[in-house]
């Protein structure tokens, strides 16, 4: 081989070489705008905390109860179902029972998936929620919180 042929070879391959960066520089900001268009797209992955907090007359804890536990049973089933806590605290002088519980749910998509299930449940079951508290004298402050990361 002359060295000619080895020059035109040479620039042959480094021809090949620069292009071949030049396509995956290109094929990679395509994947990087892929992946930012898709993370935009979908729902942050940030827990999703409902809590509930309820102001129950002492003789309606029972009934109050017993509907909670049908409750945490069912939710505890749905799909992005984290974990779930209840709080409670007797305060004598008003003979009520507070009760907060929380509902902690891996995002925001899974926990109106959930809240879907739930109001398919009531309505399979004809339970009326609001009926049912207002029944018991059962007051009811609900509130939707994401969880901080520090």
Request: aromatic fraction near 8%; charge should be positive.
């Amino acid at each position: 081989m002359n060295l000619q042929n080895l020059s035109r070879l040479i620039a042959c391959a480094v021809f090949t070489l620069l292009f071949s960066i030049s396509a995956n520089a290109q094929s990679t900001k395509a994947n990087e705008k892929s992946t930012a268009k898709k993370a935009e797209a979908e729902p942050a992955n940030i827990q999703q905390v409902l809590i509930d907090k309820f102001m129950i007359p002492s003789a309606s804890l029972a009934d109050f109860k017993a509907r909670m536990a049908v409750n945490r049973k069912f939710i505890k089933t749905l799909p992005g179902f984290v974990k779930d806590d209840v709080y409670s605290r007797t305060d004598a002088a008003s003979g009520y029972v507070h009760i907060v519980t929380l509902a902690v749910w891996k995002n925001e998509t899974e926990m109106k998936k959930a809240k879907e299930a739930v109001q398919a449940k009531y309505t399979k079951e004809e339970f009326n929620m609001p009926e049912f508290l207002d029944k018991l004298g059962i007051k009811m402050e609900r509130g939707q919180y994401e969880l901080v990361k520090e």
